[in-house]
Structures are given as C-alpha cells and as structure tokens.
C-alpha cells in the first residue's frame, strides 16, 4: 500500500480548513442577510401599521369639521379652539403608539397663484392679485423694489406667455441659470415651488413661507375673517392693498365681534376698513366660512413614525373633497 505524502496530506488539510472557512463566512453572511431582511420586513410592516392609522386619525379629523361646519352652515368660527392646536390621541393595540393631529384653516394665507387669471394654457396678469402679493412683502419686510421684482418673477413664473414683466424673468433668463430650467406656465402645486423663480433665496423664503399657500385655482384669496387672529395682520395688509397697516389690521382682528361677522358688509363698513377703500373685488374676497383645511397628523407607534399632511375642502354641500395627500411635512 502507497503511503501519502506528508506534504499531499498537509495541502488537502488546508484545502479542507479553506474550504471551511468559506462555508463559516457564507453561512454568516446568509445569516445577516435573514436577520437584516427580517429586521427590514419588520420595519416595513411598522411603518405601514403607522400609516394606516394616519389615515384612520386624518378620516377621523375630516368628518369632525364637516360636523363643524354641518352645525353653522354660514360661517366658521374659532369656537372650541380647533384651529391650529395639537391634539393627542392614544392609539389603540398593545404598541402603545400616540398620534398628534393639527386642523388648520386652509385658506387664511396669501394664493400664490392668484398672481394670474384665466385659464390653463392662457394665464395672464392679475394686477389684483399681484398688488396684494407686494403688498404682503412689504408688510413682511421687503423694500418696495424688490417686492416689485418678486411679484414679477412669480407672475412670468406661472404666465402662458413668453414675454417678461418690467422685473420678471422668462424662460431666457432660467436657461441661462445653472441648472438650467424652464418656466412652469402653470398654477403653483406646492409654495416650495418658490424656491426654484428667480430672487426667492432661502431667507425670504422662510420669512414668507407662513403666509403663502397654492389653493388649486387663481381665486384671490379666500380670507375667513371669522377666523384670522391678531397675528394674522399681513393678511389684513395684504388684503386692503397696504392701505391698512399691520398695527391697525391687529385692532381690527382684536375688535371682532363674540360671534363673530355674520355680515360681509358690516365687516368692510368698519371705519377703519372703509377709510381704506377697497375695490370691488377684493370686497368680494372675504368669507364668513372656511372652505379650505389643512391637516397635520404624526403618529409614533414604537420605533415607526409616519406624517400625514392634507389639503381638503369642504364644498357648498357639507363634504369634503381631498386637493392634496403627501406622506411628509408641507414645506
């Protein structure tokens, strides 16, 4: 009988331990990846269960102002704080999980896309609306100048046509821009739409960004007087074209009567609302009801967080109808 080799016998032990080496890392790799992949199923079912009890909170909070609303069909009050305050509410199951659900009026804010009028694919000035968006700068702060420029460039931002405002800009000057883009030509879907028109830098966007929403028409703004606070005055500037200063649209805001306005007529008969002689349109413009809502809710359930923000608007007939749905925070 041949005898091995020593040296034969030592290569196939090597091979062997090699080739267990091998198999320990595979079989630990294939281990993390189980355990990573339970781990990321798990996450996902979280979230998910987070998710669906967003929307369960959000269906929840809807039916309650349609309630609201159901109550006093002509106007909408800040009757039971509703308005822009937290609420709590303890989830149900073993998780223990906690959802933070916010209401807020969805049209107490400047449209930016009431900058134009008329009809996709032939968008044009709105020299209302415009004035009332300078108006709004200049009550936030910004000289007269260059609130001029930047109610241009948002006008020639939206606008069907491809001629540019004495201050705005056109296609000409995006494509000049690094990155290069185009104009939109279309309403504004989202304010953070802002950030990419030319001369909105990220300072002035902060600074406007909690008095300008995109309500889906070119309606000017659609001012619930029944619901603005005393904070609120740059909408009342805003609203007279800058005849009425921020200090006394406070007053005005903080002389509204227990029950609230229940007439247009007599909220513009206020001396100091008529001393500011607002045309026609922009009389028309205030509301004694909320139609637009906004609608935060946050749910933590153990590791998985979920936010939930809304637009929806409560029609003629009492329903809602949902405008927006994201699964972030509206920026």
Avoid: K
Wanted: hydrophobic share 45%.
């Amino acid at each position: 009988m041949t005898r091995t080799p020593s040296r034969q016998r030592g290569v196939a032990l090597l091979t062997v331990l090699l080739l267990v080496a091998v198999m320990g890392v595979l079989v630990m790799a294939t281990l993390d990846d189980v355990r990573f992949g339970l781990r990321r199923a798990g996450n996902v079912q979280a979230l998910e269960q987070a998710q669906w009890h967003a929307r369960g909170v959000a269906a929840l909070a809807r039916s309650q102002v349609e309630a609201m609303q159901r109550r006093d069909p002509g106007v909408t009050l800040l009757d039971g704080n509703w308005e822009d305050v937290p609420r709590p509410l303890p989830l149900p199951g073993e998780e223990g999980g906690l959802a933070v659900v916010r209401v807020t009026d969805g049209g107490n804010c400047f449209n930016l896309n009431s900058v134009v009028e008329g009809a996709p694919g032939q968008w044009q000035y709105n020299a209302t609306g415009a004035r009332q968006y300078q108006a709004l700068l200049e009550a936030l702060g910004v000289d007269d100048a260059r609130a001029r420029s930047l109610a241009d460039a948002l006008v020639d931002w939206i606008d069907s046509d491809a001629s540019p405002r004495p201050m705005g800009a056109e296609d000409s000057a995006y494509q000049a821009a690094d990155p290069a883009r185009r104009t939109s030509g279309t309403l504004l879907a989202e304010p953070s739409e802002l950030r990419a028109i030319a001369g909105y830098d990220a300072a002035l966007y902060a600074r406007l960004r909690p008095w300008a929403c995109a309500l889906p028409d070119d309606r000017l703004s659609p001012l619930n007087v029944n619901t603005l606070r005393p904070d609120d005055a740059p909408l009342l500037t805003m609203l007279t074209l800058g005849a009425l200063p921020p200090a006394h649209a406070r007053s005005v805001i903080s002389a509204r009567p227990p029950g609230g306005w229940r007439d247009n007529a007599v909220f513009w008969s206020l001396p100091a609302l008529a001393a500011a002689n607002a045309p026609a349109p922009v009389i028309g413009q205030t509301a004694l009801r909320t139609r637009y809502f906004g609608l935060d809710v946050r749910v933590s359930l153990g590791e998985a967080e979920a936010v939930l923000t809304e637009t929806f608007e409560v029609a003629d007939d009492g329903r809602t109808h949902l405008l927006a749905h994201r699964w972030t925070l509206e920026e």
